[in-house]
């Protein structure tokens, strides 16, 4: 049996173009896996109507981790149409399998790390730059982001059943949204716990201070969502006496925005719960110079599951066009995860020098070669 046992799940649209690239980087450089394919995503969803199909979950018990490509998920209208009309009549309800696997594996820490490698030809405000230099180096931030919780918690109602509006009346600011008429209300709830907030929190302190970053900034909404945003901010002041090293500063998701996109070379951790952690990662992805340069890692106690930030861009899909460095940063992720430090640093050290080197470059980065060109590229570099 080979050392790591890994679940292969490409998913939907430009997964597969990405992962066919990291498997000719991760082939060159003889790492002691087994890679078993999965079936996940928008076809299963079609023609089984289920995106997750319960084999993919048996695989993935059985593995030490996942490396994930992309999956696409549509609103419910939209996944109805699509499903085998032999299953319309079942009530299946499409919910995003990543999301699922997330909640199922417990994988409470989704990791974002940004940054912008010297001679990425694009700067933070997207333009290319003509001579890249060393200075173009401006950004190192790491995003922690809450995987579980919050709005993503998949606890969701339309229409809104009569129990839920009683038991929400407990707040009289409930009561005039009956007369909108209860079918006519959408409901998507933010519940956060205690202990969801206080290990992401400390989890980020923790990578602070181990890695010698000196600012953590936590972003919330806490002046208008009063009890979750408010839990959170608490825990956050509590947990920051801990680490008087580390300076601890608070912002809104909506006016970090706006701060990180004029000043992004001044944040190092940002910690956040879940759907304010998805917006502000995909801000720093454009940060970096895009989508194609984001990797991320979901990790819980035991398992983890790689995945790059971006999602299946359908409309590339199948084109080998897009950019394989998310990807390939986030097989970094796994490698260090597997305890492989050494193959992690040679792979990181093989992306940085084709990016640098700006010879192999994909259309995002004025390039017209392909996504497997550059996994060539770089197998090429670990190879040695
Ligand atoms: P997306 O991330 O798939 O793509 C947005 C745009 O970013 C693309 O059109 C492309 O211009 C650029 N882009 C993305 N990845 C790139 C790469 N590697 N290289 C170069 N350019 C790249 O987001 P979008 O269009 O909002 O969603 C498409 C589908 O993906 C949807 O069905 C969505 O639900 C799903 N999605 C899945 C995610 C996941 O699997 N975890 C995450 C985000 C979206
Ligand atoms: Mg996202």
């Not at 319309?88 to 990791?111: A, C, E, G, W």
């Not at 944040?267 to 719960?273: F, K, L």
């Amino acid at each position: 049996m080979t050392k790591h046992q890994i679940a292969w799940m490409p998913g939907d649209g430009i997964g597969n173009d990405v992962m066919e690239a990291t498997r000719i980087v991760l082939d060159a450089m003889k790492l002691d896996a087994t890679y078993i394919h999965c079936d996940i995503g928008w076809e299963f969803w079609c023609k089984e109507g289920n995106p997750l199909p319960d084999r993919t979950i048996e695989v993935l018990k059985r593995t030490h981790c996942g490396l994930f490509g992309a999956i696409t998920s549509k609103p419910q209208d939209d996944a109805l149409l699509e499903l085998d009309p032999a299953l319309r009549s079942k009530n299946l309800v499409y919910f995003s399998p990543i999301v699922q696997l997330r909640q199922m594996f417990n994988l409470h820490t989704n990791l974002r790390p940004c940054k912008t490698y010297k001679g990425n030809p694009l700067n933070y405000r997207g333009t290319r730059l003509a001579n890249p230099t060393a200075a173009d180096v401006m950004c190192d931030i790491v995003v922690f982001r809450e995987n579980t919780e919050g709005m993503y918690g998949g606890v969701e109602f339309n229409p809104l059943p009569e129990a839920v509006y009683d038991a929400l009346c407990l707040n009289p600011k409930m009561k005039p949204w009956k007369a909108k008429g209860l079918e006519n209300i959408a409901l998507s709830t933010r519940i956060v716990s205690k202990a969801g907030c206080t290990n992401i929190l400390r989890q980020a302190f923790e990578f602070a201070k181990k890695n010698g970053r000196k600012r953590v900034t936590l972003v919330e909404k806490p002046n208008v969502l009063r009890a979750t945003g408010g839990m959170m901010t608490r825990l956050f002041r509590e947990i920051a006496t801990e680490y008087p090293d580390i300076w601890a500063d608070e912002a809104n998701i909506d006016a970090i925005c706006m701060w990180m996109f004029k000043n992004p070379q001044e944040y190092s951790v940002i910690v956040a719960e879940n759907m304010f952690g998805d917006i502000v990662s995909d801000l720093c992805a454009g940060i970096i110079g895009g989508l194609g340069f984001a990797p991320s890692a979901n990790i819980g106690d035991t398992y983890a599951v790689f995945e790059p930030t971006h999602g299946s861009a359908p409309k590339y899909a199948g084109q080998y066009k897009v950019n394989p460095h998310a990807m390939l940063l986030t097989a970094r992720m796994m490698l260090e995860w597997l305890g492989e430090t050494e193959r992690a640093a040679a792979l990181e050290s093989a992306i940085v020098r084709v990016i640098e080197e700006g010879k192999v470059k994909t259309y995002d980065m004025g390039g017209k070669d392909t996504t497997l060109d550059v996994g060539r590229a770089v197998a090429k570099y670990v190879a040695k």
